[in-house]
């Protein structure tokens, strides 16, 4: 039976770390899937790219799915690599820098390849279980009435949902972009800024789950790393009120946990009903999770990590 779920953030090809953490949680690896025998882990996404260690982590979670022992769901680097895979984006250089750790594991078109990016588009693109919930960036049900007519029973999105959520202009991209890669906001001119690899930035990550007050400087999420464009360090975002209409509505429901954010330093709540375990396993920092028992209100005593 089973009495709770550790819900582990942004892999990111770093399969030793996994399994350092799957370890330290208890789970073994005996009848050559890992598992636990009272628990079950779930991925909020971003299995691959960044790290040196891509098909050993697909594989982990690939047969921790089949063995029942974990559930996983996709995040925007997994929904970029079908994308890439099918030629439904253009295959810039930036792009191609993004997923090269992975192309160069897997062989770009190999049968290989194939198969993986096959059991992609297979996730679901969040996970509701009752009390619970998981998904990969923000838990907006707009974005998800939107996507429905596209959307299994398991969450799983169709063919021609995925290429419609990969076309700029549909209202599956902007529903997905929300969901897999969390709701922005525009930044006046002034306020923008270069980010770790000196890409100008217009946009800023919108902090959904927060209920500070709406400006700027609350809400709109700066990188600690970032530069403003003339390639200084940036000074902060003012207390400057956010332009209505904001970008989504408040979240209010069960708790909520989700990756993607790149957190650093203490692990500890976004909320009292959310939680963001992605603490840059993909640059250095370690792999997080939330072991989930049941609680209405998350507390930072279940939060657990590996190196």
């Known amino acids: 039976m089973i009495e709770g779920y550790d819900v582990i953030g942004d892999v990111h090809g770093h399969a030793d770390k996994l399994a350092t953490l799957l370890d330290k949680m208890g789970y073994t690896n005996d009848a ?41 769901s996709m995040g925007n680097h997994e929904f970029n690599a079908i994308a890439w895979h099918r030629g439904w984006r253009g295959r810039s250089k930036k792009n191609h820098e993004q997923h090269e750790a992975f192309l160069d594991e897997v062989g770009d ?3 290989l390849h194939n198969d993986i990016v096959n059991w992609f588009t297979r996730l679901p693109l969040w996970l509701d279980l009752g009390a619970l919930r998981v998904i990969h960036a923000c838990w907006d049900e707009r974005s998800m009435a939107v996507l429905a007519p596209q959307i299994a029973a398991d969450a ?12 700029k202009g ?9 969901l897999l890669k969390g709701p ?20 800023a990550r919108y902090k959904w ?4 007050p709406t400006t700027y400087r609350h809400r709109a999420h700066l990188p600690s790393d970032a530069l403003d ?22 979240y209010d429901g069960p708790p909520v946990i989700y990756g993607h954010y790149w957190q650093t330093g203490t692990l500890q709540l976004t909320s009292p009903g959310t939680v963001c375990v992605d603490y840059s396993a993909g640059k250095g920092g370690p792999l997080a999770a939330y072991r989930w028992s049941g609680e209405t209100t998350l507390t930072n005593v279940h939060l657990v990590a590996a190196l």
């Not at 079950?40 to 971003?46: I, P």
């Not at 799983?156 to 959520?165: C, V």
């Not at 549909?170 to 929300?178: F, L, N, P, S």
């Open 229 to 250: 464009l003339d390639g200084q360090p940036h000074l902060g975002f003012p207390d400057a009120e956010l332009p209505a209409p904001l970008p989504v509505h408040p």
């Open 109 to 111: 078109g190999s049968p």
């Open 32 to 72: 050559g899937a890992w598992g636990h025998p009272r628990r079950r882990a779930v991925f909020v996404g971003d299995l691959i790219d960044n790290g040196p260690q891509q098909l050993a982590t697909v594989n982990i979670v690939r047969d921790m799915e089949a063995a029942g022992s974990a559930l996983a």
């Open 170 to 178: 549909t209202a599956e991209y902007d529903a997905v972009e929300i």
């Open 156 to 167: 799983s999105m169709s063919e021609d949902g995925l290429r419609a959520a990969a076309t």
């Open 209 to 212: 789950w927060s209920d500070a």
């Open 184 to 203: 922005e906001v525009l930044l006046p001119s002034e306020l923008g800024y270069l980010d770790k690899k000196r890409h100008p930035r217009i946009h």
